[in-house]
């Protein structure tokens, strides 16, 4: 098993064979983001904000692209706020104007009020390059697994140096 | 020197054919055949700079955010899988499980591949032998399948000496290079020894037995110890 080390080019390959899968595994997810036109195209619902509709741990596939037609009210769409990192899913209520320059206005389905609190100081409205896709798809459930990845950080740790074990011991 | 100090698990196939593979290359090029990596070179050539691709790819991605790199992403993406696209033919339609590339001194290039079949402990190989140009440039191939039993003893220590000769057999230009090696020069040992047919003999009388259940006991403790003496003379007589 380890003893193929000593040959650099058996080493060399096996080497590559791991570095492949996880350049693999990133260059689907660019191939996607560059399909939907969307930095981040699957995304997992973080809150319940979205209830019914959607549920906590669920994964959400998004479109940005406006072939047949503009952003428009009632869609879901997810958006990034200035200064905050973490995009938020909710549904455009209102809608000002036409083009690139229209004005949206989200809000939850489970919240009371509409998104103006969320959106970054002094900003009253979103245009549409805030929004980062709309939703057209969703696995429920699916995405748990990143919530309690990202809640319990030392799992990432764990299943990482798993993988990398099972890779560099295996040869077949 | 005769039997490898390593020990594998004798159930596990891939660990079989990853030992028998490692030793064609030691074994031919101290006949001096001079081997080619071309292949394998081709190989990693392709493998790393798919990697470079995607590691770049996710350096200015990184740096300079989706928006304002996405045609190059876009770029990255279709050459990724260009490469990657070129790299799985070049592995399952030239390479072809290819475990050595060589030229014997006398000019003969010398391409052999190996293969198993899931659950079946046997080694395929084939063998293709080119003539040099100046002599036609044809090409033979020959395909041989073995047991890996005839190399390997019960405790998974890769055995040198019959695997050498199965390739010196079953290849005539490496015959030709370690006459030494060819089976009919070997004297063969004897396919049972006296030991193996009382062990043999044993056994058969505790299967005649079983029908008196009192006798069973006794009888097959006598063939568990006719199998311990089954293999030890074995294990002696593969080293000597």
């Not at chain 1, 549409?128 to 929004?131: C, E």
């Given at each position: 098993m380890l003893s193929s080390l000593g040959n650099p080019r058996q080493a060399a390959a096996q080497l590559m064979n791991f570095g492949l899968i996880l350049s693999t595994a990133f260059m689907m997810w660019k191939g996607l983001s560059v399909m939907t036109d969307s930095p981040s195209p699957i995304v997992v619902v973080?809150?319940?904000?979205m209830e019914p509709a959607f549920q906590r741990g669920d994964l959400l596939l998004l479109w940005n692209r406006n072939?047949?037609?503009?952003?428009?009210?009632g869609e879901v769409v997810v958006y990034n706020v200035k200064d905050k990192d973490i995009p938020i899913v909710h549904r455009v209520v209102r809608k000002f104007g036409v083009g690139p320059d229209a004005k949206l206005l989200t809000k939850g389905d489970?919240?009371?009020?509409?998104?103006t609190e969320l959106y970054?100081?002094?900003?009253?409205y979103l245009v549409?390059?805030?929004?980062i896709g709309s939703v057209v798809g969703y696995i429920p459930f699916v995405g748990y697994v990143t919530i309690m990845l990202s809640e319990h950080p030392w799992l990432k740790t764990v299943m990482l140096g798993i993988m990398g074990l099972v890779v560099v011991l295996q040869r077949e | 020197m005769a039997v490898s100090a390593e020990r594998i698990t004798v159930y596990n196939l891939a660990d079989l054919k990853n030992t028998s593979d490692d030793a064609i290359p030691n074994y031919l090029n101290s006949l001096k055949f001079t081997q080619s990596h071309r292949l394998t070179d081709v190989r990693l050539a392709l493998g790393y700079s798919a990697f470079v691709v995607a590691a770049a790819c996710f350096l200015w991605d990184f740096k300079f955010g989706f928006e304002s790199t996405k045609y190059y992403t876009a770029v990255a993406v279709a050459l990724y899988s260009l490469l990657n696209g070129v790299l799985t033919y070049w592995i399952f339609s030239?390479?072809?499980?290819?475990?050595y590339t060589g030229t014997a001194p006398s000019g003969e290039t010398l391409r052999i591949s190996t293969s198993t079949k899931k659950n079946v402990p046997e080694y395929y190989l084939s063998v293709e032998v080119e003539q040099p140009r100046k002599n036609g440039g044809k090409t033979e191939t020959l395909v041989v399948v073995r047991s890996f039993t005839n190399w390997f003893d019960e405790a998974g220590h890769f055995v040198v000496k019959p695997f050498q000769s199965m390739l010196a057999s079953a290849i005539p230009i490496v015959g030709k290079l370690d006459?030494?090696?060819l089976e009919s020069s070997e004297d063969q040992p004897p396919a049972y020894t006296s030991e193996m047919l009382d062990a043999l003999t044993s056994a058969g009388v505790s299967a005649v037995g079983t029908a008196a259940e009192t006798a069973t006991g006794a009888d097959a403790s006598s063939s568990l110890t006719g199998n311990g003496k089954k293999g030890g003379p074995a294990g002696k007589r593969r080293k000597a």
């Open positions: 973080l809150s319940g904000s072939i047949a037609s503009e952003t428009n009210v489970n919240n009371s009020a509409d998104d970054a100081r002094g900003q009253d549409r390059k805030d929004i | 030239v390479e072809k499980g290819t475990v006459p030494k090696r």
